[in-house]
């Protein structure tokens, strides 16, 4: 699936397995694509190689939460409920465009 955000495609994967949510984008060098962690309410960006942006999803796909460029070793927890709360981790600076109480829209591969 991909999000195009500004004219720009990115490719989107899901972590949805334990692997995938356990390591999300550790030691991912040029990230040039977004990671959905389904049902997460929080992250970490510990033995992280670069900068990430963080989205916080309701069910729907509403933007309930940015942060743009987040550092290495930080925790950000989004709410309380991790049933219904989705986070997009996508490259540094690639959601300047998105603003909180936006619905995102997933496309599935052409």
Known sequence: MYLEINKNKYRIEVANNFYKRLTGLIGKKNID????????????????????????????????????????????????????????????????KIKIGSTLIFKEDE
């Open 33 to 96: 694509y977004g990671l959905l962690i389904p049902k997460c309410n929080s992250i970490h960006t510990y033995f992280m190689k670069e900068n990430i942006d963080i989205i916080g999803l309701n069910i729907n796909n509403e933007v309930i939460y940015k942060y743009e460029n987040l550092d290495k070793n930080r925790v950000i927890k989004i709410n309380n409920s991790s049933k219904s709360t989705n986070i997009l981790e996508m490259p540094k600076n690639s959601t300047q």
